[in-house]
């Protein structure tokens, strides 16, 4: 069976550069979330959607960020004028809100490296 | 403060010894609790959910103290495979929302 698929799965970009970054998550899932990892602040949630709706975006750091699920096997995550500090590995999950267990499965990440 | 907070380590553990650590969560009203494991340079993976009254798998136990906000994690006899970052995961009591700690490095060593 396909996990989450992220791509792609490494990107050097240089600073001003648009990024997209995209997620197919795994079939049957409603939740969609999109986390972000770097060595000194860890795993921060940038957003979750729930059938395909924007829950809480919180955690995105601020306008130049914006995420979009425009169906339930799609969704980008997109950085606009990228800068050096989003350097990081970026993390798609998704999950069944109703799952018991709670069970978030991962993509295998972004690494995206802004020069 | 932090959400979730875990002690980075690392834990150098010898091979067949046991090692435990904590995580501490601020949020009292936090429903459902987890452990994670990251590999280097891989995504996580869920290694157990941590029940009210304590649950084992296997080498693992993992324990809830609901009164003083922490929950546990310990090894029991490491293997070398056991190496990676431990995540400790807390949803929220409203939502999906999970959020996670930034992980305890364990090294098993020969």
């Known amino acids: 069976d396909a996990g989450v698929i992220q791509s792609p799965r490494h990107e050097v970009t240089e600073m001003g550069q648009e990024v997209t970054l995209r997620c197919k998550p795994i079939?049957?899932?409603?939740?969609l979330f999109w986390y972000r990892q770097t060595m000194m602040r860890g795993l921060e949630l940038l957003i979750y959607?729930?059938?395909?709706?924007?829950?809480?975006d919180s955690g995105m750091p601020e306008d130049r960020f914006s995420a979009k699920m425009p169906n339930a096997s799609f969704s980008t995550l997109k950085i606009q004028p990228s800068e050096p500090r989003d350097s990081a590995v970026y993390f798609c999950?998704?999950?069944?809100?109703?799952?018991?267990?709670?069970?978030?499965?991962f993509g295998e990440g972004s690494r995206l490296t802004v020069l | 403060r932090k959400e979730v907070e875990q002690d980075p380590g690392p834990f150098n553990v010898p091979e067949g010894a046991t090692v435990a650590f904590n995580c501490t969560y601020s949020n009292s009203a936090s429903q459902s609790f987890f452990w994670y494991r990251q590999d280097c340079r891989k995504e996580p993976k869920l290694l157990m959910s941590v029940y009210s009254s304590g649950n084992e798998d296997g080498r693992f136990t993992a324990q809830l103290n609901r009164a003083s906000q922490y929950i546990s994690l310990l090894i029991r006899d490491s293997k070398l495979s056991d190496s990676a970052t431990y995540l400790c995961?807390?949803?929220?009591?409203?939502?999906?929302?999970?959020?996670f700690g930034g992980g305890t490095r364990v090294l098993v060593k020969p």
């Open positions: 999950a998704s999950s069944l809100s109703s799952g018991v267990t709670g069970e978030l499965f």
């Open positions: 079939s049957g899932h409603n939740s």
């Open positions: 995961v807390v949803r929220s009591a409203a939502g999906n929302k999970l959020t």
């Open positions: 959607f729930n059938n395909n709706v924007p829950i809480d």
